[in-house]
């Protein structure tokens, strides 16, 4: 046997004897990758569930800011943990629990209710102040409701709705189509602070819109929903019967 051969047979023994049995396949050792169902942390949940329509941290985004204050005072963990379950038939809201076809576990839903709460939420969003109901107790009067915009709403989204010096249309079709009832009122609510719209106190001051005068406005916006074939009958229901 000559040198060279001895050579390269004691290099291939010393390479078998530090790989092992990985040349049979075994992966090197590494970082593991979790369960998607094994994620807890707040931050990767929103970032991979919410983020995409209600914006990074919360805001900016297309669909509601669930990082105001005022927001999270009026609506309950049992609305938020049916929104995220079920989401919002009728509107671009889908349904996130497994159970429902969605991704996430009961714990999962259980870990964003809370990291929004413990990261958003502010003691003293409503103090000195009784907020409206989350949800109509009633239905809104949509003659009322027009008397009622024209006072509240009308200096920034115009006199009829399609959009003034300060916002755009709020009775854009297919705006209307997008958004519940429910949608509708918790917007009038707590209003947009990201988009520099205020909440109920602040429309006109020193004159808090009445839970009365918030119904109407609203059922006075859904009166201008469209009324075709194919616009599903849940984005219709009245304000109680929704979630957001």
Known sequence: MTV????????ASTMLLFTGCQLRGKPAPGPEVPRPDSIQDFTVLYGQNCAGCH???GKNGAAMNLSDP?????VDDDTLR??????RPGTAMS????????MLTAQQINSIIAGMRQHWSKPDALAGTTAPPYAAKAAGNPQQGQAAYGTFCASCHGTDGKGGPK?????????LNLISNQGLRTIVIAGRPDFDAPDWRNNVPGRPMTEQEISDVVAWLAAQRPQKAGVVAAANAPASGGVH
């Open 55 to 57: 914006g990074v941290d």
């Open 167 to 175: 916002a755009g249309s709020v009775t854009n079709p297919f705006y």
């Open 4 to 11: 060279r051969l001895r050579y390269l047979l004691l290099l």
């Open 95 to 102: 349904a996130f629990a497994q159970k429902e076809g969605g």
């Open 82 to 87: 049916a929104t995220i379950s079920k989401g």
């Open 70 to 74: 005022v927001y999270l005072a009026i």
